[in-house]
């Protein structure tokens, strides 16, 4: 008898239109939970949906496999509730914010703030309460953290702006400062960074915690504007629509 994995879709970059030609992340989700093939399935909250793409597409080949174990447990991980998008975008940019360029850490720790401010709103907190870890990650990145907190300070975002424009942009811009970061293993950091995302989500929408793969330890120190001696990172993947 066949092995069942030997028909089973390979991950690869980008958009496919059948799975003979491969599968991204999220087209592999559609196919196990039974939907149409898309790369938007309805079974996953876009935002979360967004991150897996992105992931997907910006993990080397080689390391691309290992996100196949976490497919399953994105299926099922949806609905209207904006809390879900204010802890994607929060796990995505404290992730990204310690070990991003300095160039973007001003634009990150906004990030943070902006993802605090909706969850306070939305349960009842004490306006400027910061999680342990968004406290943790504001301080790897003090000067931009100062300047984060004077920006939020004149701003007010709307839920409909969070939703549309700064949650998604976190996310984009929290994988492109990973992928460019000087660190020795950028794919594991999105790995880790995209279990965290579902596990976070999972808490939300199930109430329960998957189990977490293993992590490799704390995030690197952040790095500055400019760095010598070093081969350029690699290009980011953009977004797909």
């Known amino acids: 008898m066949d ?17 003979k030609r491969g599968a991204c992340f999220m087209e592999l989700a559609s196919y196990l939970a039974g939907e149409r093939w ?17 992931v997907n ?18 299926i099922g991980l949806s609905g209207d509730d904006l809390r879900l ?3 994607i975008a929060l796990r995505c940019a404290t992730t990204a914010l310690p070990v991003s360029a300095a160039e973007r850490q001003l634009a990150l720790a906004v990030s943070v703030l902006a993802a605090e401010e909706m969850l306070c709103r939305l349960d009842g907190g004490p306006a400027g309460r910061l999680s342990e870890r968004s406290r943790w990650a504001m301080a790897q990145v003090p000067h931009a953290a100062e300047q984060a907190r004077r920006f939020s300070k004149a701003a007010r975002i709307t839920e409909k702006g969070f939703r549309r424009y700064a949650a998604p942009n976190a ?13 020795p293993d950028p794919d594991a950091l999105l790995r880790e960074l995209l279990t965290a995302a579902i596990a976070d989500c999972a808490e939300l929408v199930h109430g329960r915690t998957p189990a977490r793969a293993p992590a490799t330890g704390q995030a690197p120190a952040a790095r500055g504007s ?4 070093e081969a350029p990172a690699p290009a980011p993947r953009p977004a797909r629509t």
């Not at 898309?38 to 992105?54: F, I, M, Q, Y």
């Not at 080397?60 to 497919?71: Q, S, T």
């Not at 400019?226 to 001696?229: D, L, P, Y």
């Open 85 to 87: 998008d204010a802890r």
């Open 3 to 19: 092995n069942f994995l030997d028909h089973m879709p390979v991950l690869s970059r980008g958009r496919h239109r059948n799975p």
């Open 38 to 54: 898309s790369d938007h399935p309805a079974c996953t909250h876009p935002l979360l949906a967004a991150l897996a793409r992105l």
């Open 171 to 183: 996310v984009q811009l929290s994988v492109v400062g990973i992928v460019q970061a000087c660190i």
């Open 226 to 229: 400019s760095v010598t001696g």
């Open 57 to 74: 597409d910006n993990t080397a080949d080689d390391n691309r496999g290992k996100l196949i174990g976490l497919v399953p447990s994105i």
